[in-house]
């Protein structure tokens, strides 16, 4: 089975901005989530997300927002981008909803300047 | 709240000695989960081993293996004759059944193995 897949693998954006990411799960996979780390901060749950419902969400600010579509693959849209955006955002996967491992993906690395 | 601890911020072992990751974990949680991802420099998580709350079996995989023990809340982590290869940023990782069982991750390890 073909691995998590993000898009893009590398982007560049400017304060103020906004930045969709792409995530496609392991065929069969419906749950998938996303995490952020960050040199200062560590890796960070961001939401996860479960037959299109958002089922858990970590404390960061509304301008992250996510969702997932009806083939299993999710979106994360971070607006209005801030320098301490910048970070590898990763993207996990699992078939059943709270039970099993999550496979993470190879990362977005999100630079803001 | 749930909490992961890795003491060792980063060790150097020569290739072939063996090493030690330590993780130290709370919870309030009877039921739960930990796991060991290994980061390599391409920034890829890689899945390594998931153990529940209620299996305190240790583990032997090849050169891996794992001592989990629930009176010390810990879940350490053996690489047996290092190589090079496994120089990498170790993670250890909770999920608490009551949490969503979204991972809670600690700090992360930095191991150098030089030939």
């Known amino acids: 089975k073909a691995g998590v897949t993000q898009t893009p693998r590398y982007l560049i954006k400017t304060r103020g901005q906004q930045v969709t990411l792409s995530c496609s799960p392991i065929?069969?996979?419906?749950?998938v989530s996303w995490y952020q780390q960050t040199p200062g901060q560590g890796l960070q749950f961001l939401f996860e997300?479960?037959?299109?419902?958002?089922?858990n969400k970590g404390n960061f600010p509304g301008r992250f927002s996510g969702r997932q579509f009806s083939n299993s693959r999710s979106e994360m849209n971070v607006s209005t981008l801030e320098l301490g955006d910048s970070a590898l955002y990763l993207c996990?996967?699992?078939?059943?909803?709270?039970?099993?491992?999550?496979?993470f993906g190879p990362g977005t690395r999100l630079t803001v300047l | 709240a749930q909490k992961v601890t890795q003491a060792q911020t980063e060790i150097s072992v020569v290739e072939k000695e063996d090493v030690t990751l330590d993780c130290v974990y709370e919870?309030?949680?009877?039921?739960?989960?930990l796991f060991w991802y290994k980061q390599p420099p391409s920034g890829e998580l890689v899945f390594l081993i998931r153990?529940?709350?209620?299996?305190?079996q240790n583990e032997i995989s090849g050169r891996y293996s794992w001592n989990f023990q629930k009176s010390t809340s810990s879940f350490n982590f053996t690489i047996t004759a290092s190589q090079v290869v496994d120089s990498a940023v170790y993670f250890c990782?909770?999920?608490?059944?009551?949490?969503?069982?979204?991972?809670?991750f600690g700090g992360g390890t930095r191991l150098m193995v030089k030939p």
């Open positions: 153990r529940n709350s209620f299996d305190e």
């Open positions: 996990a996967s699992r078939n059943r909803e709270y039970t099993d491992t999550q496979y």
């Open positions: 919870t309030r949680d009877t039921t739960y989960y």
């Open positions: 065929s069969g996979h419906r749950s």
């Open positions: 997300y479960f037959s299109e419902t958002q089922r």
């Open positions: 990782a909770l999920s608490e059944n009551n949490a969503g069982n979204m991972l809670t």
